[in-house]
Each structure stands twice: as structure tokens, then as C-alpha cells.
């Protein structure tokens, strides 16, 4: 890709391919859903253009699944944390981020070009000992996006949805991320200029920039994302609508549960299975897919 420049024929047929893909896109949902949770993070370093690439060498996987934070100059930037993780995260300069720093490292507080200073991926991570360390950075949702359409034109492949986390907290509020009204049209905005959001689903444990999304474009898909014990009606009567797909920890999740949740025209989709025989029983107790750090499992289901 370096000397592309330097044939220009390769670049045009390049461009028409992506151009193709993106006028083409099938934004029918998959008939199952496998996602690679934050690319793949069981095996390269978490929301990073390498790990989602890696993700879609694996046929299966039908979706990409990230979160979103803002930086400085209001990109969307694709990171678990609104802030520089202790765990993942080393400066600039090379030394470690420790825990009692990391919180007040705030994406917000950086410009994207600053971002792409801090190196997240070369430390590793302690709780996925088979992922492969790198130096990479937090890229930009369109970043990401450009990569992923140059990746499926090179290689003959449908282009993937990406399920999009909003990293919301009421806490966080105007501290760690902007205000729920303004995050949401802030990522509605950039769906549309992306020209993905026929190919995006919105998710987040946080109501408030749902029910924002819900009125801004009521024709992109929805997911509820939860990690408690309170039940489908308690935690959709907090919503206050019918999202399209409930999205649980597989923990809490149990087989009449996603018979209810069919009954109401709702999907299920858990989050994050990463265990072989676990994925088998979800599978067999009819959810409509599985979001997972190791896409090279799915081949064993």
C-alpha cells in the first residue's frame, strides 16, 4: 500500500472497489452473528486497526465490535476506557502508565495526533496470555472504517457491521466524555458521513444515549447492553422502548430468557463467550449470536 502512489491504475481499482462495497452494502442482519469483541482481543491488542483486521481473516465473523470515546478535537476515538489505561497503556515517552495516574490521562484531554503517540499494545495483556504484543495506538472510528473497506476490497470480502459501544456513565458526564445528548450526535453524525450506518448497531449499559439515538435516527439498530440480575422488563421499562437486540453478560443469560426475548421480536446477543462449550449451549438455546475475543474458535462450533 506504501507505493500505491506509484502506480495509479492499482489505486483506481482500488477505490472502485471500496466505492462498490459501500454503494452495495447489505444491511440485512447475518442469519448468526459471530463478533469480534474489540477486534480480537484474545489474540492481538484490544480496539486496534491490527486486531480488527485479524478479525476478519476468520469467514465467520460477521461483525466488529468496539467502543467510542472523544478526544480532544472531537474525533471518535476507539477505546474501552476514556483515559489511558494503566493496564494496556505506556506515555509518549515510554514509560508505563501506572493506576494512580491512569484516570487522569483523559482521551478528551489529547488531540488524535497526540493519541497516536501513546503506545497501547506492546505491553501485552496479563488477562489474555495468548494475544500477541505490538506497538499500536487508539485509532479514529474513521480510521478504522477506511481500513476495514480497504482490507474487504483487496480481499474479496462482504464488509463486516460494526457493533459501536458508547462509553457513557453519568459520572463520567462532561468529565471523561461529552454529555449523552451531544455524544450521541456526535457518533450519529459521523455514521452518516462514514456511510455505515445501514451497517452499524449502537450499544451501551447506559439508557440515556440510546433513548438520544432512538429520536436523532430511528432506523439504526439498538442493543441494550446489561450486567445485572433485574430481568428483561425491569431493564427495558428503564429504556422505555423495545430495542432490536438485548445484550447480556452469557452469565445471567438462560435459555427461556431468549425465548422471551424472541416472543418479543427481540435479538440476544451475549457478550463475552470465550469458552467452546459455552458457545455450543448458547447456540443450541437459539441466541442470535456471540460476541467473542477469539474468532479462531468459531470453527470448533
Known amino acids: 500500500m506504501k507505493n500505491l502512489r506509484r502506480h495509479p491504475a492499482v489505486s483506481l481499482l482500488i477505490f472502485l472497489s471500496i466505492s462498490s462495497i459501500m454503494q452495495a452494502q447489505n444491511t440485512d442482519r447475518p ?63 515510554g514509560t508505563l502508565v501506572d493506576s494512580a495516574e491512569a484516570m487522569s490521562l483523559r ?4 488531540t488524535y495526533d497526540e493519541i497516536k ?39 474479496g470480502r462482504p464488509m463486516p457491521r460494526f457493533n459501536i459501544e458508547i462509553k457513557s456513565h453519568p459520572l463520567g458526564d ?22 455505515i450506518s445501514g451497517l452499524s448497531c449502537l450499544q451501551s449499559f447506559d439508557v440515556r444515549p440510546l433513548q438520544v439515538v432512538k429520536k436523532l435516527d430511528p432506523a439504526l ?6 450486567e445485572n440480575g433485574d430481568g428483561v422488563e425491569k431493564n427495558l421499562q428503564l429504556l422505555g422502548f423495545q430495542p432490536d437486540i438485548y445484550s447480556p453478560d452469557f452469565k445471567l443469560l438462560r435459555k427461556k430468557t431468549v425465548k422471551q426475548l424472541h416472543r418479543q421480536g427481540i435479538r440476544a446477543v451475549p457478550w463475552t463467550v ?3 462449550q459455552a458457545m455450543k449451549k448458547l447456540r443450541r ?17
Open 274 to 276: 470465550n469458552d467452546v
Open 117 to 155: 503517540d501513546w503506545d497501547c499494545g506492546s505491553r501485552g495483556n496479563a488477562r489474555f496470555p495468548q494475544q500477541q504484543p505490538m506497538k499500536t495506538y487508539k485509532p479514529s472510528l474513521e480510521d478504522v472504517v477506511m481500513a476495514v473497506q480497504r482490507f474487504c476490497a483487496e480481499n
Open 107 to 110: 482521551i478528551m484531554d489529547l
Open 221 to 226: 439498530t439498538l442493543a441494550l447492553l446489561v
Open 31 to 93: 442469519a448468526f452473528d459471530w463478533q469480534g469483541h474489540r477486534g480480537c482481543r484474545g489474540l492481538l491488542p484490544e480496539n486496534s486497526i491490527p486486531a480488527f483486521l485479524k478479525a476478519l481473516e476468520f469467514p465467520a465473523v460477521t461483525t466488529l465490535e468496539l467502543d467510542l470515546a472523544v478526544s480532544k478535537n472531537n474525533e471518535l476515538i476507539v477505546s474501552h476506557e476514556p483515559w489511558m489505561s494503566e493496564k494496556i497503556c505506556s506515555k509518549p515517552d
Open 174 to 195: 462532561g468529565i471523561f466524555t461529552p454529555k449523552p445528548e451531544a455524544f450521541a450526535k456526535l457518533i450519529v453524525a459521523e455514521l452518516k458521513r462514514l456511510k
Open 285 to 301: 438455546w437459539g441466541v442470535d449470536g456471540i460476541i467473542t475475543d477469539y474468532p479462531n474458535l468459531i470453527e470448533e462450533i
